[in-house]
């Protein structure tokens, strides 16, 4: 298994040539990898925090409106609160820092999924059956589980890089602003997180385009495309602004991909059950047979929605 595991990551086509992961394979790999990535948020965001020092006072928000302790309501308000408090930046960088970690750790299994549900389309499977969807869900996710490894390549130079990037780093000396620059500095700049996370994407590209013409057996022009995506989707990071961070509630991008997933496996039993149903009631056969182009067009809503789960949680900026 090992073996086959590093050969299809020197040489996909070979590699992938009648072998795939194993679906419990493929989970310890994610969740290792997942482990990884989370990590280096972590070993980054230490050493962005480990620069920041002093504090700054602030407005108590607990503090009564003025006159009304002199009145006879005073008893319901803390009079004796102070009207300013002192509040460290050094904890302000670390909470904001803190926001990023869980999507670190959620990227790489939503960039697998993502993939994954990629090859049911490339297979030309996407108005077939269900059956036929979730088998070549599962070969896509072994391909892109194998393919998610060169990211390991960018975790280990992210808190690299950035430890390089804060030294001697001038943040601004208020809650809000300290709370921004921090977030900033775990996307940096700089020739060693350039060549990290280009040779990584490039890796990840023809890990997927070998497993797509080895597996599937598709045309060079279908397997570049599919290659083509893998690579934009792990080396953007390095073209846009602050890595593509967007810092949305993370639940949202959690629900689009859980709902993608769900939509790209049933949706051709959930068509056939939802037209059953309003059919019941009429006269002649309640069995219905969904069009393929049908089918596949809802499949193509769910991988969007899988695309912008994806990058609801961050994941183009920490892949």
Known sequence: MLKRSVRALVHPTEGFDGWLPRLPVIAVLVVVLCALSGASIVYAGDAVTGEVSGSVTVDNPDQPPEGVCDGRHAS?????????LERSLQTAASDAVGVVTPRGAIAPLAWVLLIGSLF?????????????AIAAFRDGLGIAALA?????LRYVARPIAVERAVAGWTYPRSLDGVRTAAVEQLFPDGTLWLVAVVVSGVWTAAIVYGGATATFEVGRRKAALTAAVAFVSTAASASVANGGWIGMPIGFGIVAVVAGVLGMLGTYTFITISKELELIGFGGSEQVTPEPWYVGLNRGAALVLLALGFVFVDGIAVV
């Not at 490339?122 to 059956?131: A, E, I, L, N, Q």
């Not at 998610?148 to 390991?152: C, K, M, N, Q």
């Open 76 to 84: 319901f308000y803390d009079c004796d609160a102070p009207e300013t």
């Open 120 to 132: 049911v389309f490339v297979s030309g499977r996407s108005g077939g059956s269900d059956g036929n």
């Open 148 to 152: 998610a490894v060169p990211g390991l």
